[in-house]
Nanobody, 123 residues
Framework: QVQLVESGGGLVQPGDSLTLSCAASGFTLDEYIIGWFRQAPGKGRELVACISRYEDNTYYTNSVKGRFTISKENAKNSAYLQMNNLQLEDTADYYC????????????????WGQGTRVTVSS
């Protein structure tokens, strides 16, 4: 069964850090690009970060540049989103996917999404 499973979300305070994980099963993640998306309450889904197959190219939306880092670990068939200095506006459900919307990076693309993990930033 081909699936992506996110974990690592939670309730944090402004300025805190979290690392989200995306575990793949049923296929080899290293052939694919990986995107992390988020959807805040009452808003549309947005691409937060994307990484190419060989990890030689990344994309970040402007609001997270310098704070978030996307990575892959092929040995664990997993991808990660390290989030530092979290802000109130980072509150959202976060999803990993084997696609990056309109961003074109080197690697295979598959319309496969995880179920999401919730990040709540609150003081």
């Amino acid at each position: 069964q081909v699936q992506l499973v996110e974990s690592g979300g939670g309730l944090v305070q402004p300025g805190d850090s979290l690392t989200l994980s995306c575990a793949a099963s049923g296929f080899t993640l290293d052939e694919y690009i990986i995107g992390w998306f988020r959807q805040a309450p009452g808003k549309g889904r947005e691409l937060v970060a994307c990484i190419s197959r060989y990890e030689d190219n990344t994309y970040y939306t402007n609001s997270v540049k310098g704070r978030f880092t996307i990575s892959k670990e092929n040995a664990k068939n997993s991808a990660y989103l390290q989030m530092n200095n979290l802000q109130l506006e980072d509150t959202a459900d976060y999803y990993c996917a084997t696609e990056c919307g309109r961003q074109v990076l080197n690697g295979r693309v598959m319309n496969k999404w995880g179920q999401g993990t919730r990040v709540t930033v609150s003081s």
